[in-house]
């Protein structure tokens, strides 16, 4: 069946440290993958994406991995800052015709000052 | 570039009660996703919308239902409101259908049902 999970619900990093945050996912046809930030009253933000063709991409500051053997994937924030404090989702998506996005269910990080 | 805009922000209904959630897509975007989210969980796709037409559905009832308008921006509506659907009511736009489009949301609708 469809699963996304993530390893741990809460993180909690000290600022200028560089966070991990985990995910498995379950399914060999995902194709697709997407990190999201979201805030607390807040829609979630697009941060990184990586096609399953790739083992890594990097952004501003965040990269992401992904491990098709073990079916993982992470996403690694470079000198956390209070900003980054947020829920985290990896989503997974796949071919079939139409985008039906599969969000886990979330990484709380905290930054500590 | 204008984002995605939804409203109203929040609403409270009872149930029984049917609604209309509104959605603005963003500039350039034709297809359109909604999903819910209860709290603490991440959103579950309820339906998307391309070219005017449903394209494909989450497991959600038929008493969820939408709409797409030529300008791209949607409509979510839900009938017979139940206490379940209480929740957090989001809108992704993308450029086009495909799989590798990223999704771009809004920041939801608050619906509450008492």
């Known amino acids: 069946g469809e699963s996304v999970g993530l390893h741990l619900p809460t993180l909690s990093v000290q600022e200028g440290d560089n966070s991990i945050i985990n995910c498995a996912y379950s399914?060999?046809?995902?194709?697709?993958f997407i990190w999201y930030k979201q805030e607390s009253g807040k829609g979630p933000q697009f941060i990184i994406d990586?096609?399953?063709?790739?083992d890594k991409r990097q952004g501003q500051r965040v990269t992401v991995l992904l491990n098709k053997t073990v079916k993982h994937l992470s996403l690694q924030i470079a000198a956390t800052q209070p900003g980054d404090s947020a829920v985290y989702f990896c989503a997974e998506n796949r071919a079939g015709g139409y985008q039906k996005v599969t969000f886990g269910t979330g990484t709380k990080l905290q930054v500590i000052p | 570039e204008t984002g995605v805009t939804q409203s109203p922000t929040h609403l409270i209904k009872t149930r029984g009660q049917q609604v209309t959630l509104r959605c603005s897509s963003q500039s350039g975007h034709n297809t359109v996703s909604w999903y819910q989210q209860a709290l603490g969980q991440g959103p579950q796709f309820i339906f998307q919308y391309y070219r005017e037409e449903e394209n494909g559905r989450g497991n959600f009832p038929p008493r969820f239902s939408g709409l797409q308008f030529p300008n791209y921006s949607s409509e979510l509506n839900v009938n017979a409101l139940e206490l379940d659907d209480s929740a957090l009511y989001l809108c992704?736009?993308?450029?086009?259908?495909?799989?590798?489009?990223?999704?771009?949301f809004g920041d939801g609708t608050r619906l509450s049902i008492l």
């Open positions: 992704a736009s993308s450029a086009g259908q495909g799989v590798n489009q990223p999704q771009h």
């Open positions: 990586i096609r399953s063709n790739m």
């Open positions: 399914n060999s046809a995902s194709d697709y």
